[in-house]
Every structure is written in structure tokens, then in C-alpha cells.
């Protein structure tokens, strides 16, 4: 999770800074945290950015921001091949189904049959077959009604022979 955004995108923990310099002074700033790869760009130019334009105006500043500009040059190059490759580990991780809709749902029938029984409202069982076992909807729900039809056919009495 990006400390910056938030986002649940892939990230990496850098520690970025700048210097600004003021002839007898300076002042240090830092980021340091996880970011993912649009944060990291972000925040990656604007140290950078700010060590170019403010970073020389001093002896030991003008030293510092050198150092500062190959560091994070450094560690930026570092986390945008982390970044790389958490994503290749995410796409080859991602699960792939095997088989038809109807072959995946097929050993949840007994579920879904006490879920209608509680009298759980059928667009809700539709949406949780849909994203948990990713299947269209109109599968999904063709699923559902079929075995709520079922149930209402072993409800029916029984005809009688006379």
C-alpha cells in the first residue's frame, strides 16, 4: 500500500532527499516510505528538482546536493525495478479458471441451495458466484434460478393417482 495515495498498488520502500542551501545554512528534507510507481515518479522529480535549483548555495550544500542527486538517482532506479518486478510476480500469480461456468459452479449447488433456503435474496448469491469464482452473470444467474426451480419442483406436492 502506497504511503503517499493510499492506493492498493504494488510498492516499494525508498528514502528520498534534497538540500537547499543558503550560504551559511541549509536545510534537509526527506521522503522516506512505500510509494507506488506514480507517487514514486512524483515525488522522485520534485527532490530532484529541488536539489537542482536550490541545492548549490553553500560550500557543504553544494557537496551534499551531488550526493543527494546520485543517491536518488540510485535508489530511484532501484524501486522502479522492485516495482517491475512485483508486477511480473502479480500477472503470473493471477488465477486462471479451468473449465466451462457451469463446471465451476457445479460443486457449489448444495450452497447455493441452503442460501435460497435462508431466503437470501438471489441477486446477492448471483454477485458472490460472479466474483468469487469469476463467472458472467448470465451464468451466475441462470445458475441460481435453475436450482431455485429445482427446490420449488421437490416443494410441489406430489400428484395423486386415483
Known sequence: ?????????????????????????????ETQGRLCASCLKDVFRRHQVNNLLLGWWGVISFVLTWFYLIDNTRDYLAARK???????????SR???????SERLARFR??????????????????DLMSTHDVPRADAEAFVRDIENESELAAAPAPENT
Do not use: K
Not at 522492485?82 to 503470473?92: C, F, M, P
Not at 488465477?95 to 461456468?101: A, D, H
Not at 448444495?110 to 454477485?127: D, G, S
Open 95 to 101: 488465477f486462471v479458471p479451468e473449465g466451462t461456468p
Open 1 to 29: 500500500m502506497c504511503d503517499v495515495c493510499n492506493s492498493a498498488e504494488p510498492s516499494v520502500h525508498v528514502h528520498l532527499r534534497h538540500n537547499v542551501g543558503m550560504l551559511f545554512m541549509r536545510r534537509e528534507y
Open 110 to 127: 448444495h450452497n447455493v441451495r441452503l442460501r435460497l433456503r435462508r431466503e437470501e435474496a438471489v441477486e446477492r448469491i448471483v454477485a
Open 82 to 92: 522492485e516495482l517491475a518486478q512485483l508486477g511480473q510476480r502479480r500477472d503470473s
